[in-house]
């Protein structure tokens, strides 16, 4: 599976941005789709992901109530809407995506084996 992660760019705190998720060469039908960002200096860590079939979702604690994931059938995409943008959120983003893993494992990284090639995201102040 080649994903490939978009929808970034610079943007204002307090404002919104959409990231786009898509798959090329396989449907996401079987996969759960996970977006992660990274910081400067920082390590990976987990923004929220989606289970494709049912749709059950989970979000880091610090973007509960500001971030939304949602997928889109027809397109084979998985979006992040990210509202109330703040400079902390300020990272690259990457869209990653497994067939097999378990509820369990959604936040962590080394447990999603096909990953996009991340979305710079700049909120400033």
């Known amino acids: 599976v080649q994903l490939q992660a978009s929808g970034g760019g610079p943007v204002q705190t307090g404002g919104s941005l959409r990231l786009s998720c898509t798959a090329s060469?396989?449907?996401?039908?079987?996969?759960?789709v996970g977006w992660f960002r990274q910081a400067p200096g920082k390590e990976r860590e987990f923004v929220a992901t989606i289970k494709w079939s049912g749709g059950a979702t989970s979000y880091a604690d610090s973007v509960k109530g500001r971030f939304s994931i949602s997928r889109d059938t027809a397109e084979n995409t998985v979006y992040l809407q990210m509202n109330s943008l703040k400079p902390e959120d300020t990272a690259v983003y990457y869209c990653?995506?497994?067939?097999?893993?378990?509820?369990?494992?959604?936040?962590?990284?080394?447990?999603?084996?096909?990953w996009g090639q991340g979305t710079l995201v700049t909120v400033s102040s």
């Open positions: 060469g396989r449907t996401f039908r079987r996969y759960t």
């Open positions: 990653a995506a497994d067939g097999t893993i378990i509820q369990s494992s959604w936040s962590n990284p080394t447990a999603y084996d096909y």
